[in-house]
């Protein structure tokens, strides 16, 4: 009797389980496809008054639904290629000598981008921060910022991605 019961529970489940899938897995709508529309990216950063106690990042990703960017070059910073590094940061250290500005562009078209700003001036002199971001050549984002010391943490994201 006890064997019985288990066996009409198991095939109940059973059943259950082939009606889930086919009511939830096999309806006629398809889901749409992904946006074939990518995006060209060309990011321009500028840092005035930054020192060795500041702490400065501008970060940028890019990439593709299908992970295709990995393995594959990304970007260039001032013309110079970065190898396959989707991700490239240009830090306050890069500010400290005589480049001011430093314009990041993608090698190709991708999915989607983003970047990163986060600037603290821990002292001394007011830092003046000044960043573009030009989407398939049409300007998105421009942007100043003067961070006085002492005045905490300064961070924005921006995301970007194919219409």
Same mark, same amino acid.
Do not use: R
């Given at each position: 009797? =006890?064997? &019985? ?5 198991? $095939? ?6 082939? !009606? ?6 096999? +309806?006629? &709508? ?11 990216? &060309? ?17 940028? #990703?890019?990439?593709? @639904?299908?992970?295709? %960017?990995?393995?594959?070059?990304? $970007? ?6 970065? =190898?396959? %590094? ?7 250290? /890069?500010?400290?000598? +005589?480049?001011?500005?430093? *314009? ?9 981008? +983003?970047? @990163? ?14 960043? /573009? !971001? ?5 300007? #998105? ?6 961070? *006085?010391? =002492? !005045? ?8 970007? &991605?194919? #219409?």
């Amino acid at each position: 009797m =006890g064997t &019985k019961k288990a066996k009409n529970i198991v $095939w109940g489940l059973c059943l259950a389980a082939v !009606a889930t899938f086919t009511f939830t897995g096999c +309806s006629k &709508k398809d889901d749409p496809a992904p946006s074939a529309n990518k995006i060209t990216i &060309k990011y321009t950063v500028t840092a005035t008054g930054v020192s060795e106690m500041d702490n400065l990042d501008f970060s940028a #990703q890019a990439g593709n @639904h299908d992970a295709s %960017q990995y393995g594959a070059p990304v $970007w260039k910073v001032n013309g110079d290629g970065q =190898g396959n %590094q989707d991700n490239v940061v240009v830090d306050d250290k /890069k500010f400290l000598g +005589s480049t001011k500005t430093y *314009v990041l562009e993608t090698v190709k078209a991708f999915d989607f981008g +983003s970047l @990163h700003v986060d600037c603290t001036n821990m002292d001394g002199e007011t830092i003046v921060l000044t960043y /573009k !971001a030009e989407i398939n050549g049409q300007v #998105q984002t421009n942007e100043t910022a003067t961070i *006085v010391a =002492g !005045a905490g943490a300064y961070s924005k994201n921006f995301t970007y &991605k194919g #219409q």
